[in-house]
């Protein structure tokens, strides 16, 4: 069974940065493609970053790219989103999850997500 954990989230100024963890098991960092979903208020859940778990190729939403970067440390047995230069539309709440395969396929299912972590923005 794959368990996530997410831990990071917070209160934070425009401009300012934080960063996300989520805490998975070796065995599930090293075979399967990691990301990060979120879900603003009154909004759909969208998705924001992944990586792959072979060649550790990543992907971004647009409006992300350029200020969050998506990592993962297998020894740590996490996965990072470090995100940079916050503005009040990335306040929600971030998702840990993780696909079936080792490659991110959008459209396919979860083997698993995680309970969330608020990230709030302040203006």
């Known amino acids: 069974q794959v368990q996530l954990a997410e831990s990071g989230g917070g209160l934070v100024q425009a401009g300012g940065s934080l960063r996300l963890s989520c805490s998975a098991s070796?065995?599930?960092?090293?075979?399967?493609?990691m990301g990060w979903f979120r879900q603003a208020p009154g909004k759909e859940r969208e998705f924001v970053a992944a990586?792959?778990?072979?060649?550790?190729?990543?992907y971004y939403e647009d409006s992300v790219k350029g200020r969050f970067t998506i990592s993962k440390d297998v020894a740590a047995n996490t996965v990072f989103l470090q995100m940079n230069n916050l503005n009040a539309e990335d306040t929600a709440v971030y998702y840990c999850?993780?696909?079936?395969?080792?490659?991110?396929?959008?459209?396919?299912?979860?083997?698993?997500w995680g309970q969330g972590t608020q990230v709030t923005v302040s203006s």
């Open positions: 999850v993780a696909q079936y395969s080792d490659t991110w396929m959008p459209g396919t299912g979860f083997a698993a």
């Open positions: 990586i792959n778990s072979n060649d550790l190729a990543t």
């Open positions: 070796k065995r599930t960092l090293r075979n399967r493609a």
